[in-house]
């Protein structure tokens, strides 16, 4: 429950409505408060300081009405045009971003405010009186003027942030940070330690066991797991969880999502109770999906290195952060299983691997950059300076074969002898960085 609880409460915090409501709210709620403040000190305030808190009704409601106006009127033009950058912008580099335009907080404080002051100049703005019974509360309607202010510094600052916040560069950098916290949350942080065994090897740990599937209730992408949950109702009733579905995979309902090692037919309870350990969603998240936010990296590089696009530059600036990325992969364990507290393995985990998510970068880079030796080149200095981060030699393996793959895939190219000659120098490069890897040459690239 405390799982679904935290993924509720980050879904709705990565709207672009939820925010924004909650200061509408605060803004209604301080009118009313102000207002009533105002009843009680207005009598002692005004005298004291009249050019400051001085003013008739008909100038109070002028004020607030015009103040009213203009800023729900900056507020639908502000993000309207937004929207239009936010929409060219994910044609350029991935439609992805669309999310992470909703998810930022800057965007979400400066919808909510314009559209607070707009409410809070409404409250105050409907008590004022002008018959018999003047009324016009004085400090409500400067604690009016001070939030139009606020909200005009705010808005310098949005055009700044937003102008700043689509450029390729910034996309990239926001796109790795989240990245490298999904691994932070997914990956144990063991350094050098022994490596688990694989899935393979835990699954043959239970030789003589009937794995009956658990099917899916709901369809969507698996967003979040909650490993804990799957590991205490695996220990409770004595058996071993085989996740069918990862983070980030499409599971239909009625498909399996999990297997347990059982003879009898799954019972509703235990079905449900680990249906409940999944949140799916229409979209993948990032939060726990390190493949999605490695994924994003390579689109934008593709993307920029697509004959329409013909732009190296961004796609050398995704290869630098993907070595970012996954340098601080390198120096985390894979833990495919999970472990009661008496050592009996109750959980088999799937997920990605460090050379899984290697290959299914590169490799796509690799391709299409074949034509673009600047891409290639920061390419080789990737994969050394993964390489340089981890002593795993499976790890340093996956690399050099990917070394091994570049130089087959130069040699099939047109280049001049300058571009040959440099590549061919960091390919050795590379090599001998990583040679406590015995080479693995692949089969040659090409028809």
């Not at 005004?46 to 607030?64: C, D, K, N, Y």
């Not at 409250?123 to 400067?142: H, K, N």
């Not at 002898?417 to 080479?439: G, H, Y």
Request: neutral net charge; proline residues 5%.
């Amino acid at each position: 429950m405390r799982s679904r609880l935290s993924a509720g409460t980050q879904s709705l915090a990565s709207t672009l409505w939820f925010v924004p409501t909650l200061l509408v709210v605060c803004s209604a709620i301080l009118g009313v408060v102000l207002v009533e403040v105002s009843a009680q000190i207005d009598p002692i305030v005004v005298p004291r300081w009249p050019r400051l808190f001085g003013g008739g009704a008909e100038s109070a409601r002028g004020m607030l009405a015009t103040i009213a106006g203009s800023m729900i009127t900056v507020a639908g033009v502000t993000f309207s045009l937004t929207m239009l950058a936010v929409t060219q912008a994910s044609s350029q580099f991935t439609p992805r971003i669309h999310r992470s335009f909703m998810r930022d907080r800057t965007s979400q404080i400066v919808l909510g405010e314009l559209a607070g002051v707009f409410t809070y100049c409404l409250v105050v703005l409907r008590t004022i009186r002008s018959d018999q019974s003047v009324f016009v509360p004085a400090v409500a309607v400067l604690a009016g003027l001070v939030l139009a202010i606020v909200g005009i510094g705010l808005l310098i600052y949005y055009l700044h942030h937003i102008a700043s916040a689509l450029q390729a560069s910034s996309i990239i950098a926001h796109i790795a940070d989240d990245t490298s916290l999904a691994i932070a949350r997914v990956f144990a942080a063991a350094g050098d330690a022994p490596r688990s065994e694989s899935p393979q090897e835990l699954v043959g740990l239970a030789p003589d066991a009937t794995w009956q599937p658990v099917l899916a209730e709901r369809t969507g992408y698996v967003q979040r797991v909650d490993l804990s949950a799957l590991l205490a109702v695996a220990a409770e009733e004595q058996l071993v969880v085989r996740m069918d579905r990862g983070v980030g995979e499409f599971a239909a309902s009625g498909t399996p999502l999990v297997s347990v090692s059982r003879s009898a037919n799954v019972s509703p309870p235990l079905g449900r109770a680990l249906n409940h350990a999944f949140t799916l969603g229409r979209h993948r998240a990032i939060e726990q999906d390190v493949s999605f936010g490695i994924g994003q990296l390579t689109e934008i590089a593709l993307k920029a290195l697509s004959p329409g696009m013909n732009d190296p530059i961004t796609a050398v600036t995704c290869v630098d952060y993907l070595v970012a990325v996954f340098i601080d992969l390198a120096s985390r364990r894979e833990e495919p299983a999970w472990r009661a507290s008496d050592g009996t393995v109750r959980l088999i985990v799937a997920g990605p691997t460090f050379a899984g998510l290697v290959d299914s970068s590169f490799d796509e880079i690799r391709r299409a950059a074949a034509t673009q030796p600047i891409v290639l080149a920061r390419l080789l200095e990737a994969c050394r300076l993964i390489g340089e981060a981890t002593v795993d030699i499976e790890r340093r393996c996956c690399l050099r074969r990917h070394v091994d793959r570049i130089e087959a895939e130069v040699a099939q190219q047109t280049l001049i002898d300058a571009d040959r000659a440099d590549l061919a120098r960091r390919i050795e490069v590379a090599r001998r960085a990583l040679t406590e890897c015995a080479p693995t040459r692949d089969a040659p690239i090409g028809p």
